[in-house]
């Protein structure tokens, strides 16, 4: 009887433990990785980059699969025919919407919006959507992205400054990544002989942060923009999309 007893202690001790590590790998803790070599190898999270694109999907913003510094002031998806009530808009870790308020649809019907919150912790978030039509129908989609603060050690760092100057200059940001304060003013410069953009993603539908967004900018041309939000503001040039890419980190 005391054997059994024993035994039947020890199984449940021994499942106990393998429950407890499995628990605990995937727990990002960049302490105990004494080999880090770049600020990217601190990055244990791993972001799906797969998306469930609802129908009438066209791309959201963050991109998926993208790892950001800080969460963004907002999820937006965007869609090619007009959204209608009952849209909504998730932004999942472990169970717990960080989204922030009411999922809100834009004036023209075709993005779908939801602030989310600065305090969110760092890891990976499942955007989960619903998108509905005139008719009354709906249909779901699915991203994720992540967030790792360690990241903001990697970007340029012009913090407690009120004005900040950006170059476009070879088809390049020039610093690529920046931190500023809340209430920084951005002015891009372009150097090149060649037009360039400032646009908000997502590319084509620039919907982020709708105000974000230049005209063309000739060489000597420039372009303002005050951040007063704190958060990850993707954007690119979307002349050259593809390459010409930035982001600004925004801290209160
Ligand atoms: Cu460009």
């Known amino acids: 009887m005391a054997q059994r007893v024993f035994y039947t202690i020890l199984g449940i001790v ?43 999907y066209e791309s959201n913003t963050p991109e998926a699969g993208a ?14 025919f007009d959204l209608a009530t009952g849209s909504t808009i998730e932004i999942l870790q472990n169970g717990t ?10 004036g023209n019907k075709l993005a ?32 994720s992205f992540g967030i790792d603060r360690d990241l903001l050690t990697t970007l340029t760092d ?11 200059s070879q ?3 020039s610093p690529i990544e920046l931190r500023i304060s809340a209430g920084t003013r951005v002015t891009w410069v372009n150097d090149d002989a060649v037009a360039h953009y400032v646009n908000t993603d997502a590319h084509p ?30 954007y690119h040039c979307s002349a050259h999309a593809g390459t010409m890419t930035g982001l600004i980190a925004v801290e209160s």
């Open 14 to 56: 021994l499942v106990g433990a393998g429950i407890f590590f499995l628990a605990n790998r995937r727990t990002p803790n960049p302490s105990s990785t004494p080999e880090r070599s770049t600020p990217a190898a601190d990055l244990e999270i791993q972001v799906p980059s797969e998306v469930k694109k609802a129908a009438h």
């Open 67 to 80: 790892i950001l510094p800080t969460p963004p002031p907002s999820v937006v998806i965007d869609v090619n």
């Open 97 to 106: 919407d960080y989204g922030s308020g009411e999922t809100t649809i834009d």
């Open 112 to 143: 779908l919006r939801r602030a989310m919150r600065q305090d969110a912790p760092d890891g990976v978030y499942t955007v989960t959507y619903r998108a509905c039509w005139p008719d009354g129908s709906c249909h779901d989609g699915q991203f």
């Open 158 to 168: 012009s913090r407690n400054t009120s004005e900040v100057t950006i170059h476009m």
């Open 171 to 173: 088809i390049k940001f």
């Open 205 to 234: 539908a620039h919907t982020h942060i709708p105000t974000f967004n230049s005209t063309e900018l000739k060489k000597g041309g420039s372009y303002s923009y005050t951040f007063t939000e704190p958060g990850a503001y993707p």
